[in-house]
T-cell receptor, first 111, second 116 residues
Framework: DAKTTQPPSMDCAEGRAANLPCNHSTISGNEYVYWYRQIHSQGPQYIIHGLKNNETNEMASLIITEDRKSSTLILPHATLRDTAVYYCIVRALNTGNQFYFGTGTSLTVIP | GAVVSQHPSWVICKSGTSVKIECRSL??????MFWYRQFPKQSLMLMATSNEGSKATYEQGVEKDKFLINHASLTLSTLTVTSAHPEDSSFYICSATIVSGSYEQYFGPGTRLTVT
């Protein structure tokens, strides 16, 4: 699976959009981009995933660059409950379905 | 939907004893479940992949005789930490895959193991 690079930490003001970047320059054509988050001492929570098109759901938007070498997770109106570690993972569907977590980005939403 | 539970949520055991952790998919069938371990301030580390009715596949460096995994049904996988030592103290998390669509994983709430 492709390796991902994320900034170790970010701050965001409450109510503002949080933009979390992820680099995956070695991504293959059949690999999806997944985003999960982990609030302290809990299991990871699925946020969103995509292949090449931008995606939006009730939690967030995922913007994938045209060359697919990077992506951005957007939380449109961050709240204090969005404070968590966010993980970007790339994975193909035919590799046993394993997820290998990187170090993620620790997002702190500031009041 | 897609809820995964773990039991117990926390456990304290003495060194040398064995501890069993259960992972259940509550509202779906999961042919594949995964076990992760997470030390403080670190990321999740995949330990093993568990397929229903077959032997688990362990990641490199994970002792299969120490971490026994049984996936007896489509809704239950168990992880037994045998002869636990203080260095096995960690946060153990399971996940399950819905075999459809894009195979996203749904994670349990985790089990905090402390070995004294």
């Amino acid at each position: 699976d492709a390796k991902t690079t994320q900034p170790p930490s970010m701050d965001c003001a409450e109510g503002r959009a949080a933009n979390l970047p992820c680099n995956h320059s070695t991504i293959s054509g059949n690999e999806y981009v997944y985003w999960y988050r982990q609030i302290h001492s809990q299991g990871p929570q699925y946020i969103i995933h995509g292949l090449k098109n931008n995606e939006t759901n009730e939690m967030a938007s995922l913007i994938i660059t045209e060359d697919r070498k990077s992506s951005t997770l957007i939380l449109p109106h961050a709240t204090l409950r969005d404070t968590a570690v966010y993980y970007c993972i790339v994975r193909a569907l035919n590799t046993g379905n394993q997820f290998y977590f990187g170090t993620g980005t620790s997002l702190t939403v500031i009041p | 939907g897609a809820v995964v539970s773990q039991h117990p949520s926390w456990v304290i055991c003495k060194s040398g004893t064995s501890v069993k952790i259960e992972c259940r998919s509550l509202d779906f069938q999961a042919t594949t479940m995964f076990w992760y371990r997470q030390f403080p301030k670190q990321s999740l580390m995949l330990m093993a992949t568990s397929n229903e009715g077959s032997k688990a596949t362990y990641e490199q460096g994970v002792e299969k005789d120490k971490f026994l995994i049984n996936h007896a049904s489509l809704t239950l996988s168990t992880l037994t930490v045998t002869s636990a030592h203080p260095e096995d103290s960690s946060f153990y998390i399971c996940s399950a895959t819905i075999v459809s669509g894009s195979y996203e994983q749904y994670f349990g709430p985790g089990t905090r193991l402390t070995v004294t």
